[in-house]
């Protein structure tokens, strides 16, 4: 995966292009917003991650202009404002996604990989992973031959985790996704609602396809693979 | 600008001015008109005597002729406090009457006029005014009967000196009325001043004086007074804020680089640095839970977030908030039931108040006791489950929409519940309990920046905590 990130923080945005390239991307660095203009309009990234703040021409301001030139790289904003109408500010200038620092690399990097997959996915009307099966359309969830009840939300969780199977989801996404909150619930109530899901999922089946990520999140996969 | 200057350019000593103008044009106005008239009035008393006078002459003459009219004259000159007469020849010599000397020409000018002459008895210098009316009798003689007419001069020059003198009272008592009265306002603004340039150079506890009268001056001083009650009390709080958010992130910050210093000097294997940096992160991730939520506080108390309110059904929030929280109640052998059965809406923040009343619930099962499940007969909850040890409700109380969670832990005491809503406030009882301190504060702040607020009760026992919001939309409660 080609990366871009615009962020005029020097040790910042050296330490996000090690990271990066630890784990196996390519990531490319531009200091202020008209170098980072250039080098997207040039193309070739999969993922633009644009700090908000930025000298010569600001982050939002990069992507509308991105977006009127017709160039859809998915773009995930990095801003120290965190309020609601902030993001909302963030995402209708044509952001894909919104992040507010201090943010872990755990959770920039689950959501960098979504939009990166966003960008090919087509809407499928049934998700599998291994002999899991999820009917969006008639709401049936299945393992091997056998079907399971879910709660509405739990159907809502399920979906989310298997439309990105193979993924990380943080405990955030999941509750802005899943929840629709943006503020921190104190508790890992998340933690709680997994457990239940998998509960359900996974006892009395193998092999256990949710699987806890330490220090990031969940991922659902296919063990044997 | 000088003290003379300062009172001339006061609100109070310009109006005076203006009434004082309005008021003295009137008066001049008025006491002209009146001049004016006593004067026509005398002249008509003169005019309607005068012209009896000559038809009594004229009857006289037609009657006895040159020599009647004569005699008539002499004997009517000599009455005390009598009219001006002169009989005279076609040229002027006068036959009969009491006037001496006359204007050259008079005689010539038929009709009414005004002329300057001297009685007979009078002596030489004193001339006076008459207005006289002239007539010509047949063969060419000539009758003048006048009144003189100083009388109506002087009633016209008492009347304007009058009007003079109490034009001049009139202005040295309004302008001394004006300078008492603005100086009496100015004084008081001066105090003012002064008091305010005291507040301005940081002595936030001082107040504007009042006086006592209830006029404009002591509504303003008041109503400044109460401001500087609210930025005082703000500053206060903001003070305590610096003092204690530096106590409460400097303890964490200073774990933080002991637990770092301690695996530098003493971890001997990669699996001993890896848990001292684990414990590293989860540390700062507290930290910044703690920045979050009192940026939320700031951002809520500034009013800022106030811009995007929306109309929403706090019932739909107390469903949601519950359904996230119900997992984690039951992990502790809680049972946590809503109560929230029709739309109450209100207009807020959806976002915010979901955050207040989740912060609500998270406290409750952090303190909440389970209810043992068997009950004494006649006690709530079925045969299997046990009565609920947290209850959320959202329900319309009048013009409010109030979001209640009611647990039956230890409850918080009276005198203690006032304090529990301040920032970094964990009461000893809570201090074993993970958290920031911070929940209760934030959903006051929250309840504030809708108009509403937090109430803290007891539930007997246990806590109920009271978000109240005000209503929105027309539709009215049962």
Redesign the interface.
């Known amino acids: 995966m080609r990366l871009l990130i615009i962020e005029d923080d020097r040790d910042a945005a050296d330490y996000l292009v090690k990271a990066f390239r630890e784990v196996g991307h390519v990531a490319d660095h531009a200091a202020d917003g008209e170098e980072g203009l250039a080098l997207a309009v040039d193309g070739g990234y999969d993922v633009l991650i644009v700090d908000r703040m930025l000298p010569k021409r600001d982050g939002l301001s990069v992507i509308g202009v991105l977006r009127d030139k017709g160039i859809g790289t998915p773009a995930l904003i990095l801003s120290a404002l965190g309020q609601v109408d902030d993001r909302v500010k963030g995402l209708r200038a044509g952001g894909d996604d919104y992040l507010v620092k201090p943010y872990s690399f755990a959770e920039l990097l689950a959501r960098v990989e979504v939009l990166a997959r966003r960008r090919g996915g087509r809407e499928e009307t049934v998700y599998r992973v291994a002999d899991l099966a999820l009917d969006r359309l008639s709401h049936r969830v299945t393992r091997g031959e056998d079907e399971i009840l879910l709660q509405p939300r739990e159907f809502r969780l399920l979906e989310f985790l298997m439309k990105h199977a193979g993924q990380v989801v943080t405990r955030t996404m999941l509750l802005e996704n899943v929840w629709d909150y943006h503020f921190d619930p104190q508790t890992n109530v998340i933690d709680v609602h997994i457990s239940r899901l998998r509960s359900k999922i996974d006892k009395g089946f193998t092999p256990p396809l949710l699987h806890t990520i330490r220090g990031a999140g969940y991922m659902i996969r296919d063990g044997a693979r | 600008m000088t003290a003379l200057g300062k009172l001339l350019r006061t609100t109070a000593f310009r109006l005076t001015l203006v009434y004082l103008v309005l008021f003295a044009l009137y008066a001049a106005l008025l006491l002209f008109f009146f001049a004016l008239n006593a004067r026509r009035l005398v002249t008509e008393q003169i005019t309607t005597t005068v012209n009896a006078e000559v038809a009594g002459l004229t009857e006289q003459y037609e009657r006895g002729g040159i020599v009647r009219l004569g005699q008539v004259v002499e004997i009517r000159s000599r009455r005390p406090g009598s009219s001006l007469y002169l009989f005279a020849t076609p040229l002027g010599q006068g036959i009969a009457g009491n006037v001496a000397s006359l204007e050259p020409g008079i005689l010539n000018q038929k009709g009414w006029v005004e002329a300057t002459y001297r009685r007979l008895d009078a002596p030489e210098g004193n001339e006076h005014h008459a207005l006289v009316l002239v007539s010509e009798l047949p063969g060419g003689f000539h009758l003048l009967v006048g009144r003189d007419i100083e009388e109506r001069q002087r009633i016209y020059d008492i009347i304007t000196t009058a009007g003079r003198w109490s034009m001049a009272a009139v202005l040295v008592l309004g302008l001394g009325g004006g300078f008492f009265v603005s100086r009496r306002i100015l004084r008081r603004v001066d105090a003012m001043t002064e008091k305010s340039q005291t507040i301005m150079a940081g002595n936030l506890s001082n107040r504007l004086p009042v006086a006592g009268t209830g006029d404009e001056l002591d509504r303003l001083a008041l109503n400044v007074n109460a401001m500087l009650d609210r930025i005082e009390g703000l500053m206060r709080g903001f003070r305590e804020v610096s003092d204690n958010v530096a106590h409460d992130l400097k303890t964490p910050l200073t774990r933080l680089r002991n637990r770092c210093e301690a695996a530098l000097r003493n971890a001997k294997t990669e699996a001993d640095y890896r848990a001292a940096l684990?414990s590293t992160?989860e540390e700062s991730?507290e930290l910044?839970?703690t920045f979050?939520?009192l940026?939320?506080i700031a951002?809520a108390e500034s009013g800022e977030?106030g811009?995007?309110m929306a109309e929403f059904d706090a019932a739909e929030i107390a469903h949601?908030v519950a359904?996230?929280?119900e997992?984690?109640a039951e992990?502790k052998g809680l049972r946590l039931v809503v109560e929230a059965p029709g739309p109450a809406m209100v207009r807020g923040?959806r976002?915010l108040v979901?955050?207040a009343l989740?912060?609500l619930v998270?406290n409750a099962?952090k303190y909440a006791a389970p209810v043992p499940q068997l009950v004494p007969a006649g006690g709530g909850g079925g045969p299997d489950q046990p009565p609920p040890a947290i209850t959320v409700t959202a329900g319309v109380a009048g013009d409010h929409v109030a979001l209640t969670v009611a647990d039956r832990g230890p409850g918080i005491p009276a005198d203690q519940r006032a304090h529990a809503v301040e920032r970094f406030v964990r009461l000893e009882q809570s201090r074993s309990q993970p958290?920031?301190g911070l929940?209760l504060s934030l959903a006051s702040a929250i309840a504030h920046l809708h108009h509403g607020e937090l109430r803290l009760e007891d539930n007997a026992p246990g806590l109920r905590t009271v978000l109240v919001l005000p209503r929105a939309g027309p539709q009215r409660s049962d």
């Open positions: 684990d992160i991730a910044i839970r979050d939520a940026l939320m951002r977030a811009r995007d949601g359904e996230l929280y997992p984690v992990e923040h976002e979901s955050q989740a912060n998270d099962i958290g920031s929940g």
